[in-house]
């Protein structure tokens, strides 16, 4: 799974307003939402469910 991050400089006076740290994890919470919500991987799309109609065929077969 691929993450795409941006990070932005720290401010070069050195001078810190109060709303960096909550505006900070603002962006972390919501980064992290749409990059979980929008994800297109579905592995409940993809897992086996079971043998198909070629293992059935085989296998009634020799059971016979």
């Known amino acids: 799974m691929a993450t795409i991050t941006s990070m932005s ?3 070069a006076t050195g001078h810190h307003t109060g ?3 909550p505006l900070a994890e603002f962006r972390a919470f919501w980064r992290a939402f749409f990059a979980k919500a929008f994800n ?9 469910r079971g043998p198909g109609p070629a293992w059935r065929a085989k296998h009634m077969r020799s059971s016979g």
């Open 9 to 11: 400089p720290a401010p």
């Open 19 to 21: 709303t960096e740290k």
């Open 40 to 48: 297109p991987y579905r592995p409940e799309l993809h897992y086996m």
